[in-house]
Structure formats: structure tokens, C-alpha cells
């Protein structure tokens, strides 16, 4: 599978973007998805998850209550809508994708996803 992320840019602190992460090669489906992110200096954290039915997400504490992952599989696209926008979250946005037989399962560790997009960058404004 190849991943295709896009929608980052720059926006000022408080406002929004939703990145889009398109999958070729094989369908969405088949994969839990999850975002990371790489800020300038800093090593590559986890941001958000999303099992493969869809129904469990799970985010970084800072992100929770402003970050929010879906999954549109007849679109072949995972969504990462983000508000409120901090300038600490200026990076660096990866998507990528956890071959897992399990629909229920999410998880957060970088080794757990086989497959990474080229990443999209984001930077917020003070």
C-alpha cells in the first residue's frame, strides 16, 4: 500500500485544517491508520489512531479535545480535523498504516505500522 498525505499549510493559532491521508495499492480497509507528527529538533511522537471499524480512536493527551481521526473506507482516506491550533503543533504531519487482522485494535508505537506516508507540514502562527 502507498499513502498519500495532504492539507497541511499554514494557519494562524486558533484556527483549523484537516489533513486527508489516501491510500493506493490496497484498500483502507485492510488497515488500523494512525498520524504522528515530527516537530523541527524533536523526535516523532504519536498523535492519533483509528482501528480498522472505525469505532475505537485513540489521541495524544494535548490533542484530545481538539484533534479528531476518522476514516471514510469507500474513499480509501483516513481524515485528521484539527482545531484550535497551537503553535506547538507546528511539524511535520505522517500518516501511516497498522496491518493488523483485528477491527477493534489500535495501537500507538511507531514499530506497529509497516507503511508511512511522505508527510505534509504544518505550521501555526502566533
Known amino acids: 500500500v502507498q499513502l498519500q498525505a495532504s492539507g497541511g499549510g499554514l494557519v494562524q493559532a486558533g484556527g483549523s485544517l484537516r489533513l486527508s491521508c489516501t491510500t493506493s495499492?490496497?484498500?483502507?480497509?485492510?488497515?488500523?491508520m494512525g498520524w504522528f507528527r515530527q516537530a523541527p529538533g524533536k523526535e516523532r511522537e504519536f498523535v492519533a489512531a483509528?482501528?480498522?471499524?472505525?469505532?475505537?480512536?485513540r489521541y495524544k493527551e494535548s490533542v484530545r479535545d481538539r484533534f479528531a481521526i476518522s476514516r471514510d473506507n469507500a474513499k480509501n482516506t483516513v481524515y485528521l480535523l484539527m482545531n484550535s491550533l497551537k503553535p506547538e503543533d507546528t511539524a511535520v504531519y505522517y500518516c501511516?498504516?497498522?496491518?493488523?487482522?483485528?477491527?477493534?485494535?489500535?495501537?500507538?508505537?511507531?514499530?506497529?505500522?509497516?507503511?508511512w506516508g511522505q508527510g505534509t507540514l504544518v505550521t501555526v502562527s502566533s
Open positions: 495499492g490496497r484498500t483502507v480497509r485492510d488497515y488500523a
Open positions: 501511516a498504516a497498522d496491518f493488523t487482522p483485528l477491527l477493534t485494535v489500535v495501537r500507538l508505537n511507531e514499530s506497529s505500522y509497516i507503511t
Open positions: 483509528i482501528s480498522r471499524s472505525g469505532g475505537v480512536t
